[in-house]
């Protein structure tokens, strides 16, 4: 069964503690906390703050996408906020295995997002250290973009870049994952799937968000 993670940055934060209500009550296993510095993308985007008020309202746990230019810097204030995965591009490591290590060792999951354009390459050295790999099917930054076709192989090389290794991973997709396209995604090997504007929120009333999340769990 797949993972779903609705991305918070997409819920009207008037609206917030009734969305986070009807998607726990509709069983999301996730929720996607976007942390933007203005900087590596050009955009601001949630905070430590926002998710102390999720964990004081539900259960339910936060992996957290650190699109930031200095992602080491806040390893270990987003662990104290609650966040169980903790993903930052590689893009911005310049040592990418301590920063895996770091993570793990305050005993939370390890992630590595790649963007559209970023060579796999480096990964082959990481598969140690790595418990979820996020790959980013449009550019960083914006909710509402186009899916970027080459994602998709760049998936199904991930999946068998680990499978290979005897290395079981979580491979989550960010960006255009909707009815359309999700289908798609999961049969390249992706397991955990990141819901925005284009896949519920903008397509579901909350009293549907069961429907939809029992969709994408069982694709």
Known sequence: ???????????????????????????????????????????????GYLMKDI??????????????????DYIEYFASCGAEYITMHIETLEHPIRALKQVRSLGKKAGIAINPATDLGQLKYMLDFID????????????????IPATIDKIREIRKMFTDAGKDIEIMVDGQVKETTAPKLVEAGANVLVLGTSGLFNSYKPEEYPKAVQFYQNL
Do not use: R, W
Not at 15 to 23: H, Q, S, V, Y
Not at 135 to 144: W, Y
């Open 1 to 47: 069964m797949n993972k779903v993670s609705p991305s918070v940055m997409c819920i009207n934060t008037m609206e917030l503690k009734e969305k986070i209500k009807a998607l726990d009550e509709a069983k999301v296993d996730l929720y996607h906390i976007d942390i933007m510095d203005g900087h590596f993308v050009p955009n601001f985007c949630l905070n």
């Open 55 to 72: 964990a004081s309202i539900s259960k339910t746990p936060m992996d957290v996408h650190l699109m930031v230019t200095n992602p080491t």
């Open 132 to 147: 979820l790999v996020c790959v980013m099917t449009v550019d960083p930054g914006f909710a509402g973009q186009t899916l």
